[in-house]
């Protein structure tokens, strides 16, 4: 595994997952030769289709492929032979000696000053306060803490994480120790936003999916996933700045009990 | 507790449900004694909104009596207040809130109901009462008792010399209005039209009277609706199934086309022109969310230079607006759902000094148990049915 000051360069550059997810992140057919696939496609979809036969029909598949090629600007046969190892995705991986890693990306603006949102984040008693999913976390010294988190299926899973670096009122980063269910590396940065825009927070870290890309997806379903956790935990924690609780709409229907009934 | 709640297209029933309970340390319990149905309850009843579960509880125009107070908003409130409560739930912390851009909002739509709002809308408004779980499934205030958080910022006091009745559109209906009147930035010589004479629609008429408008134009195709124009200060009424509405504007204007046009018709309007009826064929097989007859009327009819108001709800993605018209007038669109709170000090004391008398537009009052009849009635008879207003035993 590289120091932290390493891993922290090569994070920088990782793009936000988000847009890592999309087309266009991945678009690796450009120019002229996404015109030629396109119009290529085309003709060769009108050949194919124009005879009648299973020689037809596969110019036809082809012609089809090359404009799905075109328009989406996307090509998966360049993407594996060429393009592996530039994603994001596998560069985190490869960086933290992963086997395959996930990117989480997102920043919220805090109406505080930038000193109060930091110290908020930094007592790490407060993290269970505004994060969801947290069975508890203990504080083992002021670098040291360990998390119980529930996962899907009514599971939980735990790790130590250690402060890999801590600038006051700026930037918290962190890793989990080498034994955790769910290993993770990544830091929350505090800068001030234009006047009068309070704070902006940004949290980006990578973690290893328990059970893979295919796990993460699963988890996903279970709204469990680190994305969709980073992106509720962060709004949490604004509303919790903001406005000293956390909302709750709808309170989940109990049963009416018999005195209820008798209304 | 009772309380009406939604089971899906036109069905709607009151149910016993288990009574609210203070949840957080800023809200308070109302417990409910006026409660009115809203034109954009129609739209919930019509199931063209999305995200309504069945058992929901609507209603989002209620006032009542403050019964219980969290710890957090005792600063403020206390048992036996009389209160109506604005539609908008609003922290009061954020950005948008110290601002007074109270619809906005960053907080009171809960963390995990604001993904779907973000994803339909690009950002998440407030949470509102009785709207939906995209709006933050809050349960709403056609019911006996109300959850109502933040209840330091939006409940508003209101002084016992003045009935129900007389204060319970501070919750919505008024101020929508106003604002509607408000987003005009009405000048000397100004004409405004406004389309839809429905309670939003009558209060914007009322409004632009009181913040100067020289000419009034109401349109609609109910008559008694038309002659409630009259009575909230419309100098002119427009019939739509009489006359051309476009025409009749350019003629009222000399051409010109009205200062300002004001929307408060919303995403399910009525009559026959060829595209609404486009729409409504379009959204009979879900091919489209609105149907935006009187948005494209308005636009077309504004003068060179004016602004479009729009009070009306628009739940999606809205076909075939003339935006060529936007740009080559150079009109001013504007919208938002209310920022209630910045108005209710105005607006109450328009009341107090007997300015509006906001009791005019009720036509129906009923017990709470018959809220679907209410619903059916309003959906049925538009002309007859102006505003129910409902009372728990």
Known sequence: MTDAALRSTLLAEIPPDSRANTFLQTANVHGPERWLSLAGGVGLAAIGGARRDVAGAALALAGAGLVLRGLSGHCPIKHAVSGRDASPRRRAAKAQGWSSAALVHRAVTVNKPRAEVYAAWRDFSNLARWMENIERIDIVDDRTSHWVVKAPLGRTVEWDAFVTEDVEGERIAWETAPDADVHSAGWVEFRDGPTGRGTEVRARFAYKPPAGQVGRLVAKVFQREPHVQARRDLRRFKSWLEAGEIPVGHVPAQPATPEDLRL | MRALTWHGIHDVRVDTVPDPEIVNPRDCIIKVTSTAICGSDLHLYDGVIPSLTPGDVLGHEFMGEVVEVGAGARHKLKKGDRVIVPFTIACGGCFFCE???????????????????????????????????????????????????????????????????????????????????????????????????????????????????????????????????????????????????????????????????????????????????????????????????????????????????????????????????????????????????????????????????????????????????????????????????????
């Not at chain 2, 108001?309 to 009109?331: C, E, H, Q, T």
Request: proline letters at 6%; hydrophobic letters at 35%; glycine letters at 10%.
């Open chain 2, 99 to 393: 601002r007074q851009l109270w619809s906005c909002c960053d907080n009171s739509n809960p963390p995990d109901k604001q993904d779907m709002a973000e994803a339909l809308l690009g950002h998440s408004p407030s949470g509102l009462f009785g709207y939906t779980q995209m709006l933050g499934g809050y349960a709403g205030g056609q019911a006996e008792y109300v959850r109502v958080p933040y209840a330091d910022v939006g409940p508003f006091k209101v002084p016992d010399h003045l009935s129900d009745e007389q204060v319970l559109f501070l919750t919505d209906v008024f101020p929508t209005g106003y604002m509607a009147a408000e987003n005009c930035d009405i000048q000397p010589g100004d004409t405004v039209a406004v389309w839809g004479c429905g309670p939003v629609g009558l209060f914007a008429i009322l409004s632009a009277r009181l913040l100067g408008a020289e000419q009034v134009i109401a349109i609609d195709h109910y008559p008694k609706r038309l002659e409630r124009a009259r009575q909230a200060g419309a100098t002119t009424t427009l019939n739509y199934h009489e006359v051309k509405v476009r025409d009749a504007l350019a003629d009222l204007t000399a051409g010109r086309g009205p200062d300002s046009c004001i929307d408060a018709v919303g995403m399910e309007a009525h009559g026959l022109s060829p595209d609404n009826l486009l729409d409504m064929a379009k959204m009979t097989v879900k091919l489209t969310t609105d149907r935006p007859h009187v948005l494209r009327e308005a636009i077309l009819a504004c003068r060179k230079g004016g602004t479009v108001s729009v009070p009306g709800v628009y739940g999606g993605f809205v076909d075939k607006i003339p935006f060529g018209a936007i740009v080559n007038k150079r009109l001013t669109l504007r919208s938002g759902q209310t920022h209630v709170m910045r108005y209710l000090p105005t607006l109450l004391d328009h009341i107090e000094q007997g300015r509006v008398d906001p009791t005019f537009l009720i036509t129906h009052r009923l017990d709470l148990e018959e809220a679907p009849k209410g619903y059916r009635m309003f959906k049925k008879d538009q002309d007859e049915v102006h505003k129910v207003v409902l009372r728990p035993q």
